[in-house]
């Protein structure tokens, strides 16, 4: 009897994909490549860089070594060498799926969003295996263009119908605002056994699709049994506190909830005292003589931020329902400038600040909008609805003079709740998840965007969400005035605005306004401590 341990199949189509690349190279070039492979799988930047090297020496105009090539520049933000690289690939081997599908990743890095689209659409037509189209559709959608990827996947269903392709789809549904598609997906998914985790949180953080009781039996059932551990045991957890809210069994949700976020605190954690010094430092410096661009450059851009869950996404829709305006959602774009900034000075921000000439400022404003042009070809402005572009306030309007900047307020408990309901991507929001963390994050957002509106009023607007709530056109005509807007009807029309919504609030925000969102106040005594965390105010 043979003793061999089978290997695993996801092993076992690595290996064949990899022989398949490497066909015609020298056998030690071939390994060169799997060490590349698995150094960067480990996070080994120096040791890929050492094991490519020997293979660029040996075969370096390979179109495999030339991919890996590629590959490492993009890990290293060398984006304009690896797009080089990817070119130089595909002029040795035409019509690479995967090579275009990097091409276009790193394309997108650049501002090329041409370039990008047209190398992902060269991809799409090239992919001849449903494994390939997949991967492409997966890339379309990461990167907005959400017809497309709905368009491909649909292709791919029809000849491989598999779990992945199937949850792309129902991502899909739901970024058009078909939540009810999107749950149907979701419930056969469920039904068949397949991504059932994934499957009930995605369903459920819809927030506007409500289960029938013998689903939540059920759903207690899978969460119980103990066949899902680890993240997916998680969403399970997540998912099923939503569910205990909407059915009003608020004790239950309370204590599944705080089982849920004990979990994920441990895998997300953040260190308040930390951020808590930078917001200090941001707010001491950005107090003093600060330059800034010359140019008047930046009126096309309106950034709205707030914490999670505040609604960011609610104004956004607003915004992007005015004929001039194209909302572009969460653009991770200034974080990025700021952080390349950073990394070039070797100084950690902001303590850069003041040493910024205006002739920086406007250099870093150039940046963005080349890199922002994309949401800008059909519209004049466009929207940045990253929530954590607060910190950074004051770095925008230095770069983008011209700009405006939302900061929406809502009450607090309300808001520190909601973010503690919500289970976002690894490596985000690492403050959500324990009721101290939240407070401090909530006091730091609160004085800083108190302090960019008492410093810069005419560029930067609190948003009060329940003002808005409570009189919607009063409100949307003061909005549209200071963003230099003209008042348009279909502002007030938002939940019919056709665009792609990538947040928790995708379906929320296409149903008429609605003044009963308020949960907190039913949760009573349980949410005492986080009520007394926030009235402790702080500077």
Avoid at 86 to 97: N, T
Avoid at 260 to 273: E, I, K, L, S, T
Avoid at 486 to 506: G, H, I, K, M
Wanted: include cysteine.
């Amino acid at each position: 009897m043979s003793h061999r341990r089978a290997v695993p199949a996801a092993v076992r189509d690595a290996n064949r994909l990899h022989a398949q690349r490497t066909r015609g190279l020298p056998p030690l070039v071939a390994a060169r490549l799997r060490e590349v492979e698995q150094h960067l799988a480990r996070g080994e930047v120096s040791a890929a860089e050492l094991a490519l090297m020997s293979a660029t020496v040996l075969a370096g105009a390979h179109p495999e070594v030339l991919r890996w090539t590629g590959s490492l520049l993009s890990r290293q933000g060398r984006y304009a060498e690896a797009i080089a690289a990817f070119e130089r690939s595909l002029a040795a081997q035409p019509g690479d799926p995967l090579v275009l599908r990097q091409l276009a990743a790193a394309a997108t890095e650049t501002g090329a969003d041409d370039r990008a689209q047209a190398a992902l659409h060269e991809a799409a037509v090239a992919a001849s295996e449903p494994a390939e189209q997949l991967h492409v559709a997966i890339e379309l959608d990461r990167q907005g263009y959400i017809e497309a990827a709905l368009a491909l996947v649909e292709r791919v269903l029809v000849r491989a119908d598999t779990p992945t392709a199937r949850l792309l789809r129902a991502r899909c549904l739901q970024a058009m605002g078909r939540a009810e598609d999107a749950a149907t997906e979701y419930r056969a998914l469920i039904a068949r056994g397949q991504e059932v985790a994934a499957a009930w949180y995605a369903m459920l953080d819809q927030k506007t699709v409500r289960i029938t009781p013998a689903e939540l039996a059920e759903l207690e059932r899978t969460e119980r049994s103990g066949a899902y551990v680890g993240d997916e045991g998680n969403m399970l957890a997540f998912a099923l506190g939503k569910a205990y809210e909407d059915a009003g069994q608020y004790d239950r949700a309370f204590a599944m909830l705080g089982r849920a976020n004990a979990y994920a605190r441990a895998q997300r954690p953040w260190d308040r005292a930390q951020f808590s010094a930078q917001v200090d430092a941001v707010r001491e410096i950005f107090g003093g003589d600060v330059a800034r661009a010359d140019a008047e450059q930046g009126s096309e851009v309106i950034f709205v931020v707030g914490l999670p869950r505040s609604g960011t996404t609610l104004i956004e829709q607003v915004l992007a329902a005015h004929p001039e305006v194209e909302g572009a959602s969460e653009l991770p774009y200034l974080y990025r400038i700021i952080d390349l900034e950073s990394r070039e000075r070797r100084v950690p921000f902001p303590q850069w600040i003041p040493a910024a000439t205006p002739a920086d400022w406007a250099r870093m404003g150039r940046e963005y909008l080349k890199l922002s042009a994309r949401w800008r070809r059909e519209r004049p402005r466009s929207t940045d609805k990253l929530p954590a572009n607060w910190l950074l306030a004051g770095a925008a309007m230095a770069m983008l003079p011209a700009t405006r900047i939302v900061g929406l307020q809502r009450e607090a408990v309300e808001t520190c709740w909601s973010c503690y309901k919500q289970l976002f991507a690894l490596g985000l929001v690492g403050f959500a998840y324990d009721f101290e963390s939240l407070a401090a994050y909530w006091h730091d957002y609160d004085r800083l965007a108190r302090f960019w509106a008492q410093r810069d009023p005419s560029r930067f607007r609190l948003q009060q969400y329940e003002a808005f709530v409570a009189d919607p056109e009063a409100q949307v005509r003061e909005l549209l005035a200071f963003c230099g807007l003209p008042f348009d009807e279909a502002c007030l029309r938002f939940n019919e605005a056709q665009r792609s919504v990538r947040t928790a609030s995708a379906a929320q925000v296409r149903q008429p306004l609605r003044k009963d969102t308020a949960r907190s106040a039913r949760y009573g005594e349980l949410l005492a401590p986080l009520r007394t965390l926030l009235d402790a105010p702080r500077g």
